[in-house]
Structures are given as structure tokens and as C-alpha cells.
Nanobody, 129 residues
Framework: QFQLTESGGGLVQPGGSLKLTCAAS????????IGWFRQAPGKEREAIAC????????YSRDSVKGRFTISRDNAKNMLYLEMNNLKAEDTGTYYC??????????????????????WGQGTQVTVSS
């Protein structure tokens, strides 16, 4: 059974860094669109960064461009989100997911949360002094 498990979250001061990991089990991490989403308390889940190795396309939310980097290690079957210069507004639970529509390119704005599946349990990121 294919599963995704997120880890790497924690409490960090503004300006700090974290690297989130999404480990795939029960199968290979798909080469189609996969991504990271964030859900803050009382808010809807939103796309943060997505990628596709089919055509090497990527997407990053404007608010994280230049600070967050999505990457993957196929040998380890893992997806990463490296987060630098963290801000209070980055606080939330971070989830990784697989786009359930088989397209080669990352959709505009990465796609909607309901178009993704195989969500893990999430990992909490809290940015606070």
C-alpha cells in the first residue's frame, strides 16, 4: 500500500531554517506531479511547491520564492522541502501529496488540494520567537 510520511517539522525562530522530508513507502515516488501543501489553523490547505520530473517543471508560491526549494532523491524515494529565512506566516502543518491526474507538467498554481491524494499525517512547523 503506497503511503507518504512527512517529517522534519519543529519550532524555529524567525529567520531560521528547516528541511522537511516526505518518505514514500509501498512503491516508488511518482515521476508525475508531486508537491508540498501547508494548512494554517482555521485556513484552507494551500499549495507551497510542486514539481514534476517528467518535464522538470516546478511551481513555488510567490510568498516562498527565493526561500523554499523543493527537491527529490529517487534513490532514497524521498521528497524534500528546504525552507530558509522562515517567517511567522510560514507556520502551519505541512503535507506532501501526489497529483492524481497524470499530466507531465505542473499545473498552474500547482493544482487544488482535492486533486491530490495519498496525504501523509503532516508535520507541524511553528515559526516564533
Amino acid at each position: 500500500q503506497f503511503q507518504l510520511t512527512e517529517s522534519g517539522g519543529g519550532l524555529v525562530q524567525p529567520g531560521g531554517s528547516l528541511k522537511l522530508t516526505c518518505a514514500a513507502s509501498g512503491g516508488a515516488l511518482p515521476s508525475y506531479v508531486i508537491g508540498w501543501f501547508r494548512q494554517a489553523p482555521g485556513k484552507e490547505r494551500e499549495a507551497i511547491a510542486c514539481m514534476s520530473t517528467r518535464d522538470r517543471s516546478t511551481y513555488s508560491r510567490d510568498s516562498v520564492k527565493g526561500r523554499f526549494t523543493i527537491s527529490r532523491d529517487n534513490a532514497k524515494n524521498m521528497l524534500y522541502l528546504e525552507m530558509n529565512n522562515l517567517k511567522a506566516e510560514d507556520t502551519g502543518t505541512y503535507y506532501c501529496g501526489v497529483y492524481t491526474i497524470l499530466v507531465n507538467s505542473v499545473p498552474q498554481d500547482c493544482g487544488r488540494p482535492y486533486e491530490f491524494g495519498f496525504w501523509g499525517q503532516g508535520t507541524q512547523v511553528t515559526v516564533s520567537s
